[in-house]
């Protein structure tokens, strides 16, 4: 599982945030997690606790997942659609596996809450 060096770089990410802008600590970290990134929100979430024990400011901080919609749009009808609910077929037209990604593959830290 590839989830726990990602939770390792998202706390070690926060940690020099906090270091470096005088914070004394962080209360919760909210991550945006694409609906069709290669990272399972669950996996992320059950190393969170294991990772943050080691962490200098993020050892009692709350971990909020939000997740964004994998979305695409069709290349033959220019249609958008969630890949994942309609299993990468276009619902207008029926093409298969004939999209451009517009969103959703990304992982990121989307805001860091601090005192």
């Known amino acids: 599982m590839h989830e ?14 906090a270091r470096n802008n005088d914070v004394k600590e962080v209360r919760k970290v909210i991550m945006e997690i694409g609906q ?4 399972m929100p669950h996996y992320f979430r ?13 050892r009692n901080a709350e971990l909020q997942i939000d997740i964004d919609p994998g979305i695409g ?31 959703g593959r990304d992982v990121q830290i989307k805001e860091i809450q601090v005192i």
């Not at 726990?4 to 945030?17: F, L, S, T």
């Not at 990772?51 to 200098?56: A, D, L, M, P």
Request: aromatic letters at 10%.
């Open 73 to 103: 749009r069709c290349r033959q009808c220019s249609h958008e659609f969630n890949i994942e609910e309609n299993n990468g077929v276009c619902p207008r037209c029926g093409a298969v596996e004939k999209f451009e990604i517009l969103s």
């Open 46 to 58: 059950s190393f969170w606790e294991p990772v943050i024990e080691n962490s200098e400011f993020c």
């Open 4 to 17: 726990m060096p990602v939770v390792m770089n998202v706390v070690e990410m926060v940690d020099d945030y």
């Open 36 to 39: 069709i990134a290669m990272v």
